[in-house]
C-alpha cells in the first residue's frame, strides 16, 4: 500500500466534457465555428487497437478498491453512452432485457449483440468490433483519441465519482497545480468585474516587497495587454524559472495612470496554514489545504502562538478540500499520542497508521467543519474526534474518504482510480457520511428589509446539499455506521461585516454564504464569524484535552447562546413587522389555519421579478405563532424562497411577499413551485401549488466574416516579424438584440505572438445590425511555431450567447510582398473567389460575379492585388480575369460570411404534460449546409443527465440545407432540460434550450406554436 499513501487525496469531481455542447447551462447554448479550413493534419490515432482502454481496464482489476462493482456489461453501456455524448454523430440505445445495444452513426445503423460481455476482456473485444463500425461512418476528420478518452470516462463512471481519466492537456495542468512550488510572483488573482485583479499577494513574496495591493487591476504583462486573457492564461504568463525578470502594469483606485512594477520571479511555496491569537489567548490555525509542508507549518504556527500564550486551539477547516494523506497523519499526530489515526483498506490488506509522537499537546482543542470539507480534512476531524481529543463544530462534511493514485499512461493522459478507502479510529468510515459535528452549527438571514428580490429571508438550512452522498455511482462502505448525531444543535443569525473593501461590490443587502471563509477575508472573518468565537469560547471555558469532557462542560454555553441568538433573531425580524415570540407554555384553544399563496401575474419575461404573496388566516380560536412556509421548486430561483408570518391571532390574517428575480437569459419554461407551511405548535396548513410560465426572450445569433490585412510586406499572408489586423464584421442575425455584445482576441499560439488590441465592447447589437472592429497582433521574428493560431470569441454578457474561433494561419517564407502596379482588371468567370492573401489556401473573404471590375494595386507572381473597397483590398487569381484600361461594368462584390449558424425553429404545443412522452418537431435551416440534429434530455430529480435521446442525419436529404425533423422524446416527472442542436459542419452549430414540466395530472400551459 506504499503507493497508495503517497496518493493526493484531493476532492475533484471530473467528467468527460461533451465535444458537441460546452455548456448546457440555462441560457449559454454555444455555437462553435471554423475559418471554413480543414484542421491540421495529426498523427491518427488507432482507435480500435483501444491502448488506454485496455490498460485501465488492467488497472482496474489489479487495483481497483471493490471489485464487486466491475460489471462488464454496464461498463460497456456506460462506455458507449459517453462516446454518444461526445460525439455528435453517434447515438446508442441501449437494450439490457435483451442483451441488446443499437450503434447509430450519421446514417448507419447496427445492432450489436451485447450476451457474451461476462468480463472485462469480452467488454475489450465488443467495443473494438463497435469502434471499427463508428470509425468507419463518423465525419472524416474527426478526433479519434476522443472518442476512446470518452470511452475510458464512460466505463470509469460505474465504479465511483472520483475514478476519470484526464487527457494529456489536463494532465499537464494538474502537474503544475499539484507540485507545491512554481517561479511565479506570489498573488492570488481572478477575473473581477471582467478586470484581471490582484485578491492578495502572500507575504514575503516579490508581489508584497514590490507593494502590490488586493484590488489592483493588471493591465499589461510585459508587452502584453491582460484584457483578453482568461485566468489561467494570465497565471500561465507570470510563471516561470526564477529569478527570471517580468514588468506589470496595473490600475489602482485613486490612481489616473498605471503603475509600472519590475519584478524577478521566485520559488513561491503556497502556504497552507494561517494564524492568529484570538481573545482569551486561544490560538486559532486555520487549514486551507493538505500540501507538502502542512504539518511543518502547522507545528511551526502552533510554537509561534505558545510563545503568545496560547492556552488552546481552534483548528479551521472549514471548505479545506483535502490534500496529502501523509500530511493529514502528520497534523493529527500533533495532538493525539496513542491510537490509530487512519487505517487504509483496499481489497484483502489493512494498513493503520498509528500515532508516533511523544510529548504530544495536550491542550484543549476546537475543529471547525462544513460541508466543504474533504477527505484529508475528515481524517484529521476525525481522529480527534474519535480519540477523545477535540469537540467538532460546524456542518456535516462532504464524507470522502476514498483514495486514490495517479498512473501515467503514454499518451500523456493519467488514470485517476480508487483503490481504498479510510477509516477513522474505531473502524468508522467517511465514505458518504462525513463527519458529524458534536455541535452543529445553522446560519441564518434576516435582511433589514423586504422591498426587492435581494432582501432574502432564510431561517432554515437549505433543503438540498452537494455533499459525497449525492454524486452518481458513490461509494457505500461495509464500514459505514450512521449512528452518529450531534450532541447540541445551534442555530445563528448571520452578521455581515461593514468593512470597506474595494471587491466588495455586492451592495449591503446582500448577504454572503457564511459558510465560505475566503483567503482574503481571514483578518475581518477573525472578528464576525460566528463559528470561530463559539469554537474559541468552547476552549477557552474549559482546561480538559478531552472531548467528552469539553462536551459536557459546553453545555451551560451553549445554552447562552441559543438564547442570546434567538433574542437577536426576534428583534430582527421585528424590525420587519414579524412577532417571533415562542409559544404560550400554558394549554391554549388550537389555532385553524387556512393558507395560500398567489403569484402577481399569470406569466413572466425573463428578467422579470416574480412576486409571490403567501396568505395565511387564523380561523381557530388560539393563536398560531412563528407561522412560517418555504417554496420547492425545481427552478432554482424559486426553490428554498420563504415566508414569514410569526403569530397570528384568532381571527386574523397575514401577509408575505417574497420577490424572486428571474434571470434575463431564462429559458422557455413552466416551473410547478409548492409551499410547505409549518408553525410552533404543529399545526400544516396546506397550500395549493403554483405553475409559473417563464418566457424566454428572442436571442441574438452571431454570424460574421473575417479578413487578416497585412500590415508589414502587404501581401496578405503571414511572415515572421510582420504586424497584422484581423478585421471581423459581426452581425447579429437572431430575432432579439444583444445587450452587451463583447468581441476578444485570445493568443493560443504561444510565445512569439503578441496581441496589441484583443478586446472591444460592442454594447448593444439590433437583429440585423453588423459591427467591425480590428484586432491587431504582431508576430514575432523569434516565433517557433509553423502556424499562428488565434481564437476568437464573441459573446452577449446578458443572454450568454456566444460564438467561439480558432483561426490558423500559415507562417510564410520571407518575401517583398507585391510588386506595385496600377490599371483595372476585370472578371471573366462566373464567379471568382476573392481572397485575404496572395495564396489559394488563403481565406475567401467574398466572390466576385463575371464583368465585376477592380482597380489593380500590386502583383504578386500569379496574383492581383484589388481595392474592393476604400480601405480594404484583397486578392484574385489572375486567371480569371483581364486587363482593362478603366473600371467599367459591376462593381459589387459578394461578402462571404465565414460563419452563419443554422436556425432552430420548434413546434411547441405545450411546455406542460403529463404523457411520458413528448413529440417535438421542427426544422433546421442554414445558408449552406445543414449535418444533422440530435437532442439531449436531462433531469435532475430523476438523475438523468445529458441523456442523447435523438438524433438525425442530412446526409440522404432532399435539401442540403433544410432539415426538418419529428422526435418522441422521453420525459421524466418533474423539470426536463432539452437541448436541441443543429449542426452546419463538425465546428459550426447552435442550440435551443428549453424546460418541459411532466406533472402526474393533465395540465397544460399556453405556447408559442413555433420558436
Given amino acids: 500500500m506504499v503507493v497508495a499513501l503517497a496518493a493526493a487525496v484531493v476532492l475533484t469531481v471530473i467528467r468527460p466534457s461533451p465535444q458537441g455542447i460546452i455548456s448546457f447551462g440555462i441560457g449559454q447554448p454555444e455555437v462553435r465555428a471554423a475559418p471554413g479550413k480543414p484542421a491540421p493534419a495529426v498523427n491518427k490515432h488507432n482507435l480500435t487497437a483501444l491502448d488506454v482502454f485496455n490498460v485501465t ?33 453517434v447515438l446508442v440505445e441501449a437494450f439490457p432485457e435483451r442483451d441488446e445495444v443499437v450503434v447509430v452513426v450519421n446514417d448507419k445503423k447496427k445492432t450489436f449483440s451485447t450476451s457474451e460481455v461476462d468480463s ?39 465504479l465511483d465519482p472520483h475514478s476519470v481519466l484526464l487527457d494529456p492537456e489536463t494532465a499537464r495542468e494538474m502537474d503544475v497545480n499539484t507540485s507545491g512550488k512554481f517561479g511565479g510572483l506570489g498573488i492570488v488573482i481572478r477575473i473581477h468585474k471582467r478586470k484581471l485583479t490582484i485578491i492578495r499577494p502572500m507575504k514575503g513574496t516579490p508581489a508584497w516587497r514590490a507593494g502590490l495591493k488586493r484590488g489592483d487591476h493588471i493591465v499589461q504583462i510585459n ?90 486551539w481552534v483548528l479551521d477547516l472549514r471548505s479545506n478540500p483535502g490534500g496529502l494523506l501523509e500530511q493529514a497523519i502528520k497534523v493529527a499526530d500533533l495532538f493525539v499520542d496513542k491510537g490509530t489515526i487512519v487505517t487504509t483498506v483496499g481489497g484483502r490488506e489493512r494498513e493503520p497508521r498509528r500515532a508516533e509522537r511523544k510529548g504530544t499537546d495536550k491542550l484543549p482543542i476546537a475543529v471547525l467543519v462544513n460541508g466543504n470539507s474533504a477527505s484529508a480534512s475528515e481524517i484529521v476531524a476525525g481522529a480527534l474526534k ?68 435581494r432582501d432574502r429571508v432564510r431561517l432554515l438550512p437549505p433543503s438540498r446539499t452537494y455533499r459525497e452522498i449525492d454524486l452518481d455511482a458513490h461509494l457505500t462502505s461495509r464500514y459505514a455506521k450512521g449512528d452518529a448525531k450531534p450532541k447540541y444543535e445551534l442555530s445563528y443569525v448571520f452578521e455581515r461585516s461593514r468593512r470597506a473593501d474595494p471587491l466588495d461590490d455586492t451592495g449591503d443587502d446582500i448577504q454572503p454564504d457564511p459558510n465560505e471563509l475566503a483567503d482574503d477575508e481571514l483578518d475581518e472573518n477573525l472578528l464576525t464569524d460566528f463559528a470561530i468565537k463559539l469554537a474559541r469560547d468552547v476552549v477557552a471555558q474549559t482546561s480538559a484535552g478531552q472531548r467528552n469532557a469539553m462536551i459536557q462542560q459546553a453545555r451551560r454555553l451553549i445554552a447562552k447562546h441559543r438564547q442570546r441568538q434567538h433574542t437577536k433573531l426576534v428583534e430582527a425580524l421585528a424590525l420587519l413587522g414579524i412577532d417571533w415570540s415562542d409559544a404560550a407554555k400554558k394549554n391554549q384553544p388550537a389555532a385553524n389555519l387556512e ?93 395549493a401549488p403554483l405553475q409559473i410560465r417563464i418566457r424566454a426572450a428572442d436571442r441574438p445569433v452571431f454570424a460574421y466574416s473575417h479578413q487578416l ?36 482576441l485570445r493568443n493560443a499560439s504561444g510565445d512569439g505572438v503578441l496581441l496589441k488590441k484583443a478586446r472591444f465592447e460592442l454594447a448593444a447589437l439590433q437583429p440585423g445590425q453588423e459591427k467591425s472592429v480590428d484586432f491587431v497582433f504582431d508576430v514575432s521574428r523569434r516565433f517557433g511555431g509553423d502556424e499562428v493560431v488565434v481564437e476568437m470569441t464573441v459573446y452577449d454578457a446578458v443572454l450568454h450567447e456566444n460564438v467561439i474561433e480558432k483561426l490558423r494561419y500559415k507562417i510564410r517564407a520571407p518575401s517583398p510582398g507585391p510588386q506595385k502596379i496600377s490599371g483595372y482588371v476585370a472578371v471573366t468567370e462566373r464567379s471568382t473567389p476573392i481572397y485575404e492573401g ?58 462571404v460570411w465565414q460563419v452563419t449558424p443554422p436556425a432552430i425553429s420548434l413546434r411547441i ?37 445529458n441523456k442523447k435521446v435523438f438524433y438525425k442525419s442530412n446526409r440522404s436529404g432532399q435539401q442540403t440545407n433544410l432539415l426538418e425533423f419529428a422526435a418522441d422524446i422521453p420525459l421524466w416527472l418533474g423539470t426536463n432540460r432539452v437541448t436541441v442542436v443543429a449542426r452546419e459542419n463538425d465546428e459550426v452549430r447552435a442550440t435551443h434550450t428549453m424546460y418541459l414540466l411532466r406533472t402526474k395530472r393533465a395540465t397544460t400551459a399556453a405556447a408559442p406554436n413555433a420558436r
Fill in 57 to 89: 481496464l488492467v488497472r482496474i482489476r489489479d487495483a481497483y478498491v471493490d471489485r464487486d462493482r466491475i460489471e462488464p456489461k454496464k461498463m460497456l453501456y456506460s462506455a458507449l453512452d459517453s462516446v454518444q455524448f461526445n460525439i455528435p454523430e
Fill in 120 to 158: 472485462p476482456w469480452r467488454l475489450s473485444s465488443k467495443l473494438k468490433k463497435i469502434f471499427r463500425f463508428i470509425e468507419a461512418h463518423m465525419n472524416t476528420g474527426a478526433d479519434l483519441a476522443r472518442v476512446e478518452y470518452a470511452a475510458v470516462n464512460g466505463m470509469l463512471n460505474t
Fill in 223 to 312: 508587452d502584453e495587454v491582460t484584457e483578453n486573457l482568461s485566468l489561467q492564461e494570465a497565471v500561465d504568463r507570470m510563471r516561470g524559472t526564477p529569478k527570471t525578470p517580468i514588468t506589470i502594469w496595473v490600475r489602482r483606485q485613486g490612481t489616473p495612470d498605471p503603475i509600472k512594477f519590475d519584478l524577478k520571479r521566485a520559488v513561491i511555496r503556497v502556504e497552507s496554514v494561517d494564524n492568529r491569537l484570538l481573545a482569551d489567548n486561544i490560538g486559532y490555525i486555520r487549514l486551507k489545504q493538505f500540501s507538502g509542508r502542512t504539518g511543518q507549518e502547522v507545528k511551526e504556527a502552533m510554537a509561534d502562538l505558545r510563545s503568545q500564550g496560547a492556552k488552546g
Fill in 386 to 453: 474519535n480519540l477523545d481529543r477535540a469537540v467538532v463544530i460546524g456542518s456535516n462534511t462532504f464524507g470522502k474518504g476514498s483514495v486514490q493514485v495517479l498512473y501515467d499512461n503514454k499518451d500523456g493522459s493519467k488514470l485517476k482510480l480508487t483503490i481504498a478507502q479510510y477509516l477513522t479510529p474505531g473502524d468508522r468510515s467517511i465514505q458518504s457520511l462525513g463527519i458529524v459535528p458534536d455541535v452543529k452549527l445553522h446560519h441564518m438571514i434576516v435582511p433589514k428589509a423586504n422591498r426587492g428580490p
Fill in 595 to 687: 393558507a395560500r399563496v398567489t403569484s402577481d401575474k399569470p406569466a413572466y419575461d425573463a428578467g422579470d421579478i416574480v412576486e409571490l404573496t403567501g396568505v395565511v388566516t387564523n380561523h381557530g380560536a388560539g393563536s398560531a405563532y412563528q407561522v412560517h412556509a418555504r417554496a420547492r421548486s425545481n427552478h432554482q430561483a424559486f426553490e428554498d424562497a420563504e415566508f414569514v408570518f410569526g403569530r397570528i391571532l384568532p381571527g386574523e390574517t397575514k401577509t408575505w411577499t417574497t420577490r424572486v428575480q428571474l434571470s434575463k437569459s431564462a429559458r422557455d419554461r413552466v416551473d410547478e413551485v409548492r409551499f410547505e407551511f409549518r408553525e410552533a405548535r404543529g399545526t400544516k396548513p396546506a397550500a
Fill in 709 to 744: 490585412i497585412d500590415s508589414g510586406n502587404g501581401d496578405g499572408l503571414v511572415q515572421k516579424g510582420e504586424q497584422h489586423r484581423l478585421r471581423v464584421t459581426i452581425k447579429n442575425t437572431g430575432a432579439g438584440p444583444a445587450a452587451e455584445t463583447t468581441a476578444i
Fill in 838 to 895: 496572395a495564396s489559394a489556401d488563403s481565406g475567401t473573404i467574398a466572390t466576385a460575379p463575371r464583368g465585376t471590375s477592380f482597380r489593380v494595386t500590386g502583383k504578386q507572381g500569379l496574383w492581383y492585388r484589388i481595392q474592393i473597397a476604400p480601405d480594404r483590398e484583397g486578392f484574385i487569381a489572375a486567371a480569371g480575369t483581364k486587363k482593362t484600361r478603366s473600371p467599367r461594368g459591376k462593381t459589387a462584390i459578394n461578402p
Fill in 909 to 945: 404545443p405545450s411546455f406542460v404534460t403529463d404523457s411520458a412522452t413528448y413529440k417535438l418537431s421542427g426544422k433546421v435551416r442554414d445558408d449552406t449546409h445543414v449535418e444533422d440534429v440530435y437532442i439531449f434530455v436531462s433531469n435532475i430529480a430523476d438523475k438523468v443527465e
